[in-house]
């Protein structure tokens, strides 16, 4: 019974702890957590100044697909964190041979010609609203406003910009000698592959909740191992994929997207620097046209971020 009751506060002591020892990765959007999700524990929460800078970057890639992300994460004492991300993803040849076919045949505006990239900023920010007590985890809510390159969104039927938001939830337990993350996100967004494809499509205007979670292991006090999965609007673009293919004369063009998943390994040697590298599945990435390899995305990824 004695341990029982000692559970709660083990637990609460736990996270604490962790905080204080450990710079939080950012994930690729610009908050504190793992890669794909955001976690309810500040990115630099450990700091004794009222505001800690960190600068951070991701570079992401698969068969036909290369994301590169970067930015700058303001933690506000222990609450909060104020972040900007620019985004950049370079597409496939097989994309831009299509929409430059799409141009000269008339389905397709004139201003995605020869595109073979799209960007993004991101403003987004994070606010602690609860701490943590024992076996509850601490709470957060945020919310990133996308800013896209406009030409392909607004092909595809979506709007360039705007805005989601999460609850997320993130407790530090103690597990075989060591201590296990567990994370769960809800979102409520309309964003098409985190935005780079805009927000929407024409039948898809309004918000649809979606899910994340995060799980990883101290394997030892700096060094972290887990795995992740995020889920996202599979049909916003429905309309355009409909579209492509009657236009093209082929059904078989798919821009559904897929659920993603991450499998990491985290080093968070001091307060001030941590580096995460990992394997990605992304599933299917706007598969135009079907005979590409875009609809088995598997790739990885390497993160670091520096606090000043």
Same mark, same amino acid.
Request: avoid cysteine; aromatic fraction near 10%.
């Given at each position: 019974?004695?341990?029982?009751?000692?559970?709660?506060?083990?637990?609460?002591?736990?996270?604490?702890?962790?905080?204080?020892?450990?710079?939080?990765?950012?994930?690729?959007?610009?908050?504190?957590?793992?890669?794909?999700?955001?976690?309810?524990?500040?990115?630099?929460?450990?700091?004794?100044?009222?505001?800690?800078?960190?600068?951070?970057?991701?570079?992401?890639?698969?068969?036909?697909?290369?994301?590169?992300?970067?930015?700058?994460?303001?933690?506000?004492?222990?609450?909060?964190?104020?972040?900007?991300?620019?985004?950049?993803?370079?597409?496939?040849?097989?994309?831009?041979?299509?929409?430059?076919?799409?141009?000269?045949?008339?389905?397709?505006?004139?201003?995605?010609?020869?595109?073979?990239?799209?960007?993004?900023?991101?403003?987004?920010?994070?606010?602690?609203?609860?701490?943590?007590?024992?076996?509850?985890?601490? *709470? @957060?809510?945020?919310? $990133?406003?996308?800013?896209?390159?406009?030409?392909?969104? =607004?092909? !595809?039927?979506?709007? #360039? %910009?705007?805005?989601?938001?999460?609850?997320?939830?993130?407790?530090?337990?103690?597990?075989?000698?060591?201590?296990?993350?567990?994370?769960?996100?809800?979102?409520?967004?309309?964003?098409?592959?985190?935005?780079?494809?805009?927000?929407?499509?024409?039948?898809?205007?309004?918000?649809?909740?979606?899910?994340?979670?995060?799980?990883?292991?101290?394997?030892?006090?700096?060094?972290?191992?887990?795995?992740?999965?995020?889920?996202?609007?599979?049909?916003?673009?429905?309309?355009?994929?409909?579209?492509?293919?009657?236009?093209?004369?082929?059904?078989?063009?798919?821009?559904?997207?897929?659920?993603?998943?991450?499998?990491? *390994? @985290?080093?968070?040697? $001091?307060?001030?620097?941590?580096?995460?590298?990992?394997? =990605?599945? !992304?599933?299917?990435? #706007? %598969?135009?046209?079907?005979?590409?390899?875009?609809?088995?995305?598997?790739?990885?990824?390497?993160?670091?971020?520096?606090?000043?």
């Amino acid at each position: 019974m004695k341990i029982k009751r000692m559970m709660p506060l083990i637990a609460a002591t736990a996270l604490m702890a962790s905080q204080a020892a450990m710079a939080l990765p950012i994930m690729i959007e610009g908050a504190g957590g793992g890669g794909l999700n955001p976690w309810a524990l500040i990115a630099n929460g450990s700091s004794k100044h009222i505001v800690t800078p960190a600068v951070f970057g991701t570079f992401g890639t698969t068969p036909e697909y290369d994301l590169y992300s970067a930015g700058v994460n303001l933690s506000i004492s222990k609450y909060a964190e104020v972040y900007y991300t620019h985004q950049y993803m370079g597409l496939p040849e097989s994309m831009t041979a299509t929409l430059d076919s799409g141009v000269k045949s008339g389905f397709l505006p004139t201003d995605v010609t020869n595109l073979n990239s799209v960007e993004q900023d991101i403003i987004g920010g994070k606010l602690q609203v609860y701490h943590g007590s024992g076996l509850i985890p601490a *709470i @957060a809510v945020g919310m $990133n406003y996308h800013m896209t390159s406009a030409p392909l969104p =607004l092909a !595809l039927t979506a709007h #360039a %910009n705007g805005a989601d938001y999460y609850v997320t939830g993130t407790g530090i337990y103690p597990l075989l000698g060591s201590h296990i993350v567990l994370n769960a996100d809800l979102y409520i967004t309309r964003s098409n592959y985190l935005g780079l494809l805009g927000q929407g499509g024409a039948d898809h205007r309004s918000y649809s909740a979606q899910g994340g979670a995060s799980v990883g292991y101290f394997v030892a006090k700096d060094v972290v191992v887990g795995a992740e999965w995020r889920s996202f609007p599979g049909n916003n673009l429905a309309a355009a994929q409909a579209y492509l293919a009657t236009q093209m004369a082929d059904p078989g063009v798919d821009m559904k997207q897929s659920d993603w998943y991450d499998g990491f *390994i @985290a080093y968070m040697p $001091n307060p001030k620097f941590s580096v995460v590298a990992a394997i =990605l599945d !992304l599933g299917n990435m #706007a %598969n135009i046209p079907p005979d590409s390899n875009n609809a088995n995305q598997n790739g990885f990824y390497v993160s670091m971020n520096a606090a000043f």
